[in-house]
């Protein structure tokens, strides 16, 4: 398909599991963004990619979570340990960035993520 | 930093009734803005954009326009039906992307 997928749709973990969310961008967009969305709440910016430069981890809500994108396509979002207050909706977006200045997103369906 | 301020919810309106959300934002340079929606159990999707002071962004009856002088991004539907229901953020695309807090929209028959 031509739109950004995310995997695994649902997961379901124990807590202080460690657990791998997948985004598969619209081909070709140099921009990668991940964010988290918890019942009835805002997006919540986690971590930005823009093609090969150093992303922009400012977002992320500890030293528990990390990103990573590789060969600038699909991104990995890695949960360690993970707590029950980590339980959310993780959203990956994608964008064409012209001159770094971000074009639209493009939002995946998202991983509605449950810790138990 | 830049930043973007969206009128809180929820929002309930009659069908057929006007319906205005207010974003404002904080921003160096010259972004781009944009609105969101979330219908129930979907993704968020773009409903608008403007890329410029003074643009207007529209689609399905929806519009809002790029006001500099005011730095906001309202949006505004002249008669809203059931089928609006959903969640609308606005955006902000600079050096980042900023979203606001959302509105959620009930519109009752």
């Known amino acids: 398909g031509a739109g950004v997928s995310q995997s695994p749709s649902n997961k379901v973990t124990e807590k202080g599991k460690d657990v791998e969310l997948r985004c598969d961008p619209i081909?070709?967009?140099?921009?990668l963004y991940w964010y988290r969305q918890s019942l009835g709440q805002g997006l919540e910016f986690l971590i930005y990619f823009q093609g090969n430069s150093a992303p922009d981890k400012s977002g992320l809500p500890s030293d528990r979570f990390s990103a990573e994108r590789t060969g600038g396509s699909v991104s990995t979002l890695t949960i360690q340990r993970t707590q029950q207050e980590d339980s959310a909706v993780y959203l990956c977006a994608s964008s064409f960035s012209w001159r770094r200045v971000p074009d639209e997103q493009y939002f995946g369906p998202g991983t509605r993520l449950t810790v138990t | 930093g830049d930043s973007v301020t969206q009128m809180e919810g929820p929002v309930t309106l009659s069908e057929e009734a006007c319906l205005t959300i207010?974003?404002?934002?904080?921003?160096?340079?010259?972004?781009?803005l944009f609105w969101y929606v979330q219908y129930p159990g979907e993704g968020l999707q773009l409903l608008l954009k403007?890329?410029?002071?003074?643009d207007k962004g529209s689609n399905k009856g929806f519009e809002a326009t790029y006001r500099k002088e005011t730095t906001s991004f309202h949006l505004e539907k002249g008669s809203v039906q059931v089928s609006d229901s959903a969640v609308y953020f606005c955006a902000l695309g600079g050096n980042q992307f900023y979203f606001g807090t959302g509105t959620s929209l009930t519109v009752i028959p």
């Open positions: 081909s070709g967009h140099t921009a």
């Open positions: 403007a890329t410029k002071a003074d």
């Open positions: 207010n974003c404002t934002y904080t921003a160096t340079g010259y972004p781009s």
